[in-house]
Structure formats: C-alpha cells, structure tokens
C-alpha cells in the first residue's frame, strides 16, 4: 500500500500518560495534515505542515498536543498528559500543492 | 465562521432509487466544494469536487451560491454505495478542509 500510513492503529493508554503517533505520508507530498474526529462528528483540522514548517494551528491543538515533521517527510503529533477527552480518531492526510488530499486509515485513541 | 452542515445524519433509500445527500455551507467568499465518502473499514477518500464538474460513480454535485448548498445526488442508488458521505468546504488561500457531521447513507436490496 503505497497511500498514507499511520502507527500504530489503535492506541489505548490510561489518563495522564503521553502517546505518541506517526504518519508517512504519500512520497513527495508536500503538505501534510493532522485531523481528530469524534464519534458522530466530522474530521476536525488540527495543523499543517508545508515542508517541515508548521504553518497552522487550530485553537483545538492545547499545549499538551505537539506536532513536528523534521524532515519534511514522516510526521509525529504528541500528546501529553492525556485526558479522556483525547479520546478520539486521529487522521492524518497529504497533499501535493492545491491538489486532493489522501487519507490515512488513521490511529484510534483511547484513554481509559 | 465557516461551517458545513448535513442536515441528515441517517438516510435509507432502496436500490435503484434517486438519493440526494443535503450539504450547506455558510461563507462569506468563494469557497471550494467536495464530497468525501468513506466506505466500511475503508479510508476517507475524495469524491468529487465542485470545481471539476465530474460525474463520479454516477454521483453529481452541483454548487449553488445562492442558496449556499452543494447537494450530491444519484438518479439510481446501488447497494454498493452504502457508507458514509461528508461534505467539506476550502477556504480559497487557506489550507484545511472544514468537514460537515456525515451522512450515512443505507441502500436497500
């Protein structure tokens, strides 16, 4: 499968410990974006990245939740001190310039 | 705000009748338009958008700024398009895709 992978699929940790999540996204892709999506809700945008620069934030992105994409090529989004409110789906898609954005199959967040 | 709504959460239609999946959208510029779809176990996947004016898997969408909608439809549903349909919109200069709740969308045989 040559589309956007994400690790692991399914994640559960108890309150207050950190997680962390990784997304390789379609080779060449220059944007990369973090969505979480709730039970019931649409995907929710998170941040993006152009390159390695972090170029948007949403107001959902607390400072427990940090993302970086060093290289410009795989992804991480941490978050610390979870909550279960974290609970969630959490996307990750990429993009070549103005052009469709592919999908992960996402990683499953559970906080118990 | 920018925000995408699908009125219906559910929608249950038989086999070989029209469907039409409600979207609207309130902003205040010229928005780009998209349906996603999502089938079972299946990554979210493009659709189609309003700006290619495709027919995709016979589904149209055509957007309306006057009544700020971009329904999708289908003369003749087929069991195979059961699964769950978003509407999103893109903020012309920006980046992130605003999505609404979901559609899920029942073909009966």
């Known amino acids: 499968d040559t589309g956007v992978s994400q690790d692991p699929r399914h994640k559960i940790t108890k309150r207050g410990q950190n997680v962390t999540f990784r997304c390789d996204p379609i080779?060449?892709?220059?944007?990369l974006y973090w969505y979480r999506q709730t039970l019931g809700q649409g995907p929710e945008f998170l941040t993006y990245f152009q390159n390695e620069a972090q170029l948007e934030k949403s107001r959902l992105l607390s400072d427990r939740f940090s993302a970086e994409r060093p290289k410009g090529s795989f992804s991480t989004l941490e978050i610390q001190r979870t909550e279960q409110g974290d609970s969630a789906m959490y996307l990750c898609?990429?993009?070549?310039?103005?052009?469709?954005?592919?999908f992960g199959q996402g990683t499953r967040l559970t906080v118990v | 705000a920018q925000r995408v709504t699908q009125p219906e959460k559910l929608l249950s239609v038989f086999k070989g009748a029209p469907v039409e999946l409600k979207c609207n959208y309130s902003?205040?510029?010229?928005?780009?338009l998209f349906w996603y779809v999502q089938y079972s176990r299946q990554r979210l996947q493009l659709l189609l958008r309003?700006?290619s004016r495709e027919s995709i898997k016979g589904f149209t969408a055509d957007l309306n700024k006057g009544e700020t909608s971009f329904h999708l439809k289908k003369p003749f549903a087929q069991e195979e398009d059961s699964a769950m349909y978003y509407c999103?919109?893109?903020?012309?200069?920006?980046?992130?895709?605003?999505f609404g709740q979901g559609t899920r969308l029942t073909i009966n045989p």
């Open positions: 080779s060449e892709h220059n944007r």
């Open positions: 898609a990429s993009s070549l310039t103005n052009s469709e954005a592919f």
């Open positions: 999103a919109l893109s903020i012309q200069g920006a980046q992130k895709l605003v």
């Open positions: 902003y205040s510029g010229s928005p780009e």
């Open positions: 309003h700006i």
